[in-house]
């Protein structure tokens, strides 16, 4: 079993998921952290099998959110046949020489349990936020999909750290500063 430390980050849509642990990369370091997208495979195969644009769907766009819905169907199929599917795509495309790996966007107690299972060294990062930053943010409440497993089914689980991402950056700052030393016990 590999000795990386694993960092697994879930919240909701604009909890800052993306923007938290991309800081993080920032301070550990490309060459030491790698960003590891479940949902990065999922588009990828989504875009192609549907002739739509994976750039676009990438980024915190309008053309990711009309076709959300859509693509967490889509993902449940594949998940359904296993749920390993997109860990596994993950990982294989992965840095080795990074010693820490964050999985930028676990969504199922099966994302979970698949890291718990292939790593001694994991932490789950809960990124929380308040619904009326959310919305700042550009989120929509929208039927079928924050309603759904993919945004609610890590609601109830037990997560090693929560970070709070409302926007105040010196409590962002005091958030990190403790996340790190968490990494350098491990
Ligand atoms: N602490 C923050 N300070 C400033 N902007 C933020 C902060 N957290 C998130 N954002 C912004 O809010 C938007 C949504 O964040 P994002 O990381 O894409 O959320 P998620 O990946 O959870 O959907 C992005 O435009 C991002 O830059
Ligand atoms: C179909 C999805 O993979 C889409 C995820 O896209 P992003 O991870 O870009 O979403 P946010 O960062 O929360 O806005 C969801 C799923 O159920 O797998």
Known sequence: MSDKVILVFSGKRKSGKDYVTGLLQERLGKAN????????????????????????????????????????KWGEDMRLANPAYFCNLAIADASTSASVWVITDARRKTDMDYFNKHFNKVLSVRVVCDDTIRIQRGWVFTANVDDAESECNLDDYAHNIIIRNDGNQHELEMQFQSLMERIREM
């Open 33 to 72: 952290c790698d960003l590891l997208r479940l949902s990065g495979p999922l588009k990828k195969q989504f875009a192609k099998d549907h002739q739509l644009d994976y750039d676009k769907l990438l980024d915190a766009s309008e053309y990711k959110e009309k076709y959300r819905a859509a693509m967490i």
